[in-house]
T-cell receptor, first 112, second 113 residues
Framework: DMKVTQMPRYLIKRMGENVLLECGQDMSHETMYWYRQDPGLGLQLIYISYDVDSNSEGDIPKGYRVSRKKREHFSLILDSAKTNQTSVYFC???????????FGPGTRLLVL | GDSVTQTEGQVALSEEDFLTIHCNYS??????LFWYVQYPGEGPQFLFR?????EKGSSRGFEATYDKGTTSFHLRKASVQESDSAVYYCALGDGTGNYKYVFGAGTRLKVIA
């Protein structure tokens, strides 16, 4: 069963707190992604991971970092969260270049 | 950089109406083009893709044709149903060898029964 999972689904944090968003996939895809989704802006790419410990900045990496220690697991970390990081975050994986992306259900983050 | 522009905001139709959502792109190389659909509370789902000029992608009655000349990939459906109400995203997969994707801002389709 091809699936991307995300935890938690909903999260409320105070400004300055650290945030950990987790993503898993069961398809052995090498490439994984983190996006944020804001009204009127669509999906914006934060980071790409090409495999374990092989990560690359996307279009809006400032304020975020990632970790990938196992192929099936990709984490997004916000050190000292800011209110403008309130958003819906999606993780995705893909089997190859220009191939279909499989998205998780999203994490809705509110930073107060 | 690469970009995707699609019909802005919301499209409101009645059941059995014809749907067109416009998508135009600007990209280097030869990108792959995609349509995704997103229902409330879920992540985007792949609808279909096309990877070469004049190729038609289709799924669930939706279709689009890759047109390199007009840099377009317009989404069409002959007869929409209330269940088609969702947000639709046009996207491109980078054509220069990296693994990036660029998404349009999304178009909300509301179908009234």
């Amino acid at each position: 069963d091809m699936k991307v999972t995300q935890m938690p689904r909903y999260l409320i944090k105070r400004m300055g707190e650290n945030v950990l968003l987790e993503c898993g996939q069961d398809m052995s895809h090498e490439t994984m992604y983190w996006y944020r989704q804001d009204p009127g802006l669509g999906l914006q790419l934060i980071y790409i991971s090409y495999d374990v410990d092989s990560n690359s900045e996307g279009d809006i990496p400032k304020g975020y970092r990632v970790s990938r220690k196992k192929r099936e697991h990709f984490s997004l970390i916000l050190d000292s969260a800011k209110t403008n990081q309130t958003s819906v975050y999606f993780c995705a994986s893909s089997p190859g270049h220009q191939d279909t992306q499989y998205f998780g259900p999203g994490t809705r983050l509110l930073v107060l | 950089g690469d970009s995707v522009t699609q019909t802005e905001g919301q499209v409101a139709l009645s059941e059995e109406d014809f749907l067109t959502i416009h998508c135009n792109y600007s990209a280097s190389g030869y990108p792959a083009l995609f349509w995704y659909v997103q229902y409330p509370g879920e992540g985007p789902q792949f609808l279909f893709r096309a990877s070469r000029d004049k190729e038609k992608g289709s799924s669930r009655g939706f279709e689009a044709t890759y047109d390199k000349g007009t840099t377009s990939f317009h989404l069409r459906k002959a007869s929409v149903q209330e269940s088609d109400s969702a947000v639709y995203y046009c996207a491109l997969g980078d054509g220069t060898g990296n693994y990036k994707y660029v998404f349009g801002a999304g178009t909300r389709l509301k179908v009234i029964a």
